[in-house]
T-cell receptor
Framework: EAQVTQNPRYLITVTGKKLTVTCSQN?????MSWYRQDPGLGLRQIYY???????DKGDVPEGYKVSRKEKRNFPLILESPSPNQTSLYFC?????????????FGPGTRLTVT | QQQVKQSPQSLIVQKGGISIINCAYE??????FPWYQQFPGKGPALLIA?????SEKKEGRFTISFNKSAKQFSLHIMDSQPGDSATYFC????????????FGKGTLLTVNP
């Protein structure tokens, strides 16, 4: 089954404790992206990657890091989480042939930072 | 600057009615306009999309209407059903070398039985 998986699905942590949210896709997509979803703000892009070792900032990159060492994986790293990073996070993937317009989203990770 | 403005923020419709969600944009470089549907606890999923060379696209009960001169596009859901209750996001993709979707803020649709 073609899918994007994220782990963990739910995470409660404390301020300053480094964490990683994993994302993996099995569709051989070149493009991967991270979004955060907040009430009233919709989906905002954090980082994206157009291929292995190629990443770039989205609209709200502050406080986040990413890496793309393998085509299928695109982890999101919060090195020192703060309460304002409490949010619902989505990973998505797409082919470059579709110009990243037709994105497949993961199920989401709900992060709470206390 | 909000590049894609979506309205209304929430919408309540009776079963069998028509749901209409509107989006407006300013960037004339946008060349692809998808709509995503998100059920509670799930990630968004592509529902229907349109390119600016056509004024309307229909897939089942879902229709996108596109007005290039007004820089507006809308989603119409005919014969709305309780199973259509979800959050809907419009989005716009920019051409050229910019592989990016800009999303509206979303519309929470509730269809009452």
């Amino acid at each position: 089954e073609a899918q994007v998986t994220q782990n963990p699905r739910y995470l409660i942590t404390v301020t300053g404790k480094k964490l990683t949210v994993t994302c993996s896709q099995n569709m051989n997509h070149e493009y991967m992206s991270w979004y955060r979803q907040d009430p009233g703000l919709g989906l905002r892009q954090i980082y994206y990657s157009m291929n292995v070792e190629v990443t770039d900032k989205g609209d709200v990159p502050e406080g986040y890091k990413v890496s793309r060492k393998e085509k299928r994986n695109f982890p999101l790293i919060l090195e020192s989480p703060s309460p304002n990073q409490t949010s619902l996070y989505f990973c998505a993937s797409s082919t470059l042939a579709a110009r990243a317009y037709e994105q497949y989203f993961g199920p989401g990770t709900r992060l709470t930072v206390t | 600057q909000q590049q894609v403005k979506q309205s209304p923020q929430s919408l309540i419709v009776q079963k069998g009615g028509i749901s209409i969600i509107n989006c407006a944009y300013e960037n004339t470089a946008f060349d692809y306009f998808p709509w995503y549907q998100q059920f509670p606890g799930k990630g968004p999923a592509l529902l229907i999309a349109i390119r600016p060379d056509v004024s309307e696209k229909k897939e089942g009960r879902f229709t996108i209407s596109f007005n290039k001169s007004a820089k507006q596009f809308s989603l119409h859901i005919m014969d709305s059903q309780p199973g259509d209750s979800a959050t809907y996001f419009c989005a716009a993709g920019e051409g050229g070398s910019n592989y990016k979707l800009t999303f509206g803020k979303g519309t929470l649709l509730t269809v009452n039985p």
